[in-house]
């Protein structure tokens, strides 16, 4: 008869492995979707649209000294005007003096052009990203399977095989990290945050099994 601890990861193991299952049926789809999404954002004309827009704001801040020591933050003048990915932008800041001796800061911004042209460059970009992001969560969850069956399988936790998966879904979940940390950003550190969880966890396990081995050798 199984030990308790034992059949209740043999059970955990079982209902992974279902969930798992049905988050890969998911993503799955969503890989499918973006592709086919992606050919229909390719069919909109180029001139099917266009946005034109500006914007402008005024930060005056009074000749006081409390108010100055306050706000003291140092604002990086700027005077952009030209083409970035095909549209046309300009962007104007200014930190002056006025002759009350007021800090005046000047904000204007500006969107000539912005055309369905751009919006399938932005949306292809964004559907490549999402893309790749799917493609490492569904190789991740493939190794998280296997892991979920040796555990639903193991007559303990710190066997070789249950060991061997786990270390693949560490690997799996690294690669996933990084694609994570170049394509999403900020959100990349969460992501780093989980693997290093789970190695510490796979760190943790490899340890007990080396402890249970010289247990049985002892024995």
Do not use: H
Not at 150 to 170: D, I, T, Y
Request: proline letters at 1%; charged letters at 20%.
């Amino acid at each position: 008869m199984k030990n308790e601890n034992v059949a209740k990861i043999n059970k955990l193991g079982k209902i992974s492995r279902i969930f798992i299952n049905i988050v890969r049926v998911f993503v799955i789809i969503g890989i499918v979707c973006i592709p086919i999404a992606c050919i229909f954002v390719m069919m909109i004309p180029n001139d099917s649209m266009k946005v034109t827009g500006s914007g402008s704001a005024q930060i005056i801040i009074e000749d006081d000294e409390f108010l100055e020591e306050l706000l003291d933050i140092e604002i990086e003048e700027a005077d952009i005007d030209g083409n970035f990915f095909g549209m046309d932008v300009k962007w104007f800041v200014t930190d002056e003096k006025d002759a009350e001796s007021n800090r005046v800061i000047s904000i204007e911004g500006g969107l000539n052009e912005f055309t369905a042209k751009q919006v399938k460059f932005v949306a292809l970009g964004s559907a490549f990203s999402a893309e790749i992001l799917l493609i490492c969560i569904l190789v991740a969850l493939c190794f998280a399977k296997k892991l979920a069956i040796a555990l639903e399988n193991c007559n303990s936790p710190f066997e070789e095989e249950v060991l061997r998966r786990m270390k693949g879904f560490g690997i799996a979940l690294a690669v996933w990290a990084g694609a994570v940390l170049l394509l999403g950003g900020i959100s990349g550190i969460f992501a780093a945050f989980v693997v290093i969880i789970v190695l510490l966890f796979i760190s943790v396990f490899k340890y007990g099994a080396q402890l249970q081995q010289e247990s049985d050798e002892t024995l």
